[in-house]
């Protein structure tokens, strides 16, 4: 028996307070957006299934459409706008410069609200990581930005043989145990720190080390944490990547990756959980 007043697990309903606030967020984040040269832009809710390739997933909502393609509902905004920009609307406009606002959707019934931003052909993720502290600070939020660099397990992993999967969720006293520079990475955790270390590295870590640093040179944020051996998988960022995170919720995540041939930086927003957060302070 299904209640009136239920409603299906892992969607949203937005009223009164929390739509305003949800409304206020999104606000302050377009005019943030517009002032630096970001256009808007909105996907269609259906794709079709093959489109995702690059980033297929059990977790999507799919059924047959016309012609009985498989289509599937919004699981991931960052593919489709690089999709569409680049194949269907570049003959159009050369901007590079977006963003969007809307949910996606995953199974079997998961509904996140984002606000995502994509700077196609950007080599540096500087611009990029300010502008997600910008808009946290005109949200008042200052949550903790952790710098990471996808590349530096991998490379360490291939160094020493193993599988990556080991510098997820790692055990850091055994991994530490296999090499000295993996003990000194492991203990990284200020701007200070990665300077120090760095001159201890072997080559094959060195460019990607410098990579971290030179991108937190221009990001004046002082809650900033450095993971070097950080490794989180199942995603597109291949490169440097951050998190922005308040107690254990990811507010905002971003960072380098090729889509459809196009190297470019990017974030999301997740401004359900940021909604959850001005709640508890304004009731507090």
Same mark, same amino acid.
């Given at each position: 028996?299904?209640?009136?007043?239920?409603?299906?697990?892992?969607?949203?309903? @937005?009223?009164?307070?929390? %739509?305003?606030?949800? /409304?206020?967020?999104? $606000?302050? %984040?377009?005019?943030?957006?517009?002032?630096?040269?970001?256009?808007?832009?909105?996907?269609?809710?259906?794709?079709? &299934?093959?489109?995702?390739?690059? =980033?297929?997933?059990?977790?999507?909502?799919?059924?047959?459409?016309?012609?009985?393609?498989?289509? *599937?509902?919004?699981?991931? $905004?960052?593919?489709? *706008?690089?999709?569409?920009?680049?194949?269907?609307?570049?003959?159009?406009?050369?901007?590079?410069?977006?963003?969007?606002?809307?949910? *996606?959707?995953? @199974?079997?019934?998961?509904?996140?609200?984002?606000?995502? %931003?994509?700077?196609?052909?950007?080599?540096?993720?500087?611009?990029?990581? !300010?502008? $997600?502290?910008?808009?946290?600070?005109?949200?008042?939020? /200052?949550?903790?930005?952790?710098?990471?660099?996808?590349?530096?397990?991998? &490379?360490? %992993?291939?160094?020493?043989?193993?599988?990556?999967?080991? =510098?997820?969720?790692?055990? *850091?006293?055994?991994?530490?145990?296999?090499?000295?520079? &993996?003990?000194?990475?492991?203990?990284?955790?200020?701007?200070?720190? +990665?300077?120090?270390?760095?001159?201890?590295?072997?080559?094959?870590?060195?460019?990607?080390?410098?990579?971290?640093?030179?991108?937190?040179? #221009?990001?004046?944020?002082?809650?900033?944490? #450095?993971?070097?051996? =950080?490794?989180?998988?199942?995603?597109?960022?291949?490169?440097?990547?951050?998190?922005?995170?308040? !107690?254990?919720?990811? +507010?905002?995540?971003?960072?380098? @990756?090729?889509?459809?041939?196009?190297?470019?930086?990017?974030?999301?927003?997740?401004?359900?959980?940021?909604?959850?957060?001005?709640?508890?302070? $304004?009731?507090?």
């Amino acid at each position: 028996m299904i209640l009136d007043h239920e409603l299906p697990q892992g969607s949203k309903l @937005y009223f009164g307070k929390s %739509a305003r606030l949800k /409304r206020d967020i999104e $606000s302050k %984040a377009t005019k943030i957006l517009y002032e630096n040269d970001y256009k808007e832009i909105t996907t269609p809710i259906f794709s079709f &299934l093959n489109h995702q390739g690059d =980033f297929s997933n059990r977790d999507m909502i799919y059924f047959s459409g016309e012609d009985n393609h498989q289509i *599937v509902l919004r699981y991931d $905004s960052t593919i489709d *706008v690089m999709r569409i920009i680049t194949k269907r609307i570049a003959r159009s406009t050369s901007h590079k410069k977006w963003f969007y606002i809307q949910p *996606v959707y995953g @199974y079997p019934t998961t509904e996140l609200h984002q606000i995502g %931003a994509e700077f196609l052909d950007s080599i540096s993720l500087t611009p990029v990581m !300010g502008l $997600s502290t910008m808009i946290m600070n005109a949200l008042g939020l /200052r949550p903790l930005l952790q710098i990471c660099n996808q590349k530096i397990p991998l &490379l360490c %992993a291939q160094h020493l043989n193993i599988d990556i999967q080991e =510098f997820n969720n790692p055990d *850091v006293e055994r991994i530490a145990s296999k090499e000295y520079f &993996l003990k000194e990475l492991i203990e990284v955790n200020t701007k200070q720190d +990665l300077e120090r270390c760095i001159k201890n590295m072997p080559n094959f870590l060195t460019k990607e080390l410098e990579a971290m640093l030179e991108c937190a040179s #221009f990001c004046e944020y002082e809650e900033s944490i #450095f993971s070097p051996l =950080f490794y989180a998988p199942g995603h597109y960022y291949d490169d440097l990547f951050y998190r922005m995170i308040s !107690g254990n919720t990811i +507010l905002v995540i971003g960072g380098k @990756y090729t889509i459809s041939q196009t190297p470019s930086c990017g974030f999301a927003i997740y401004t359900d959980s940021i909604v959850d957060i001005l709640l508890k302070q $304004s009731s507090n």
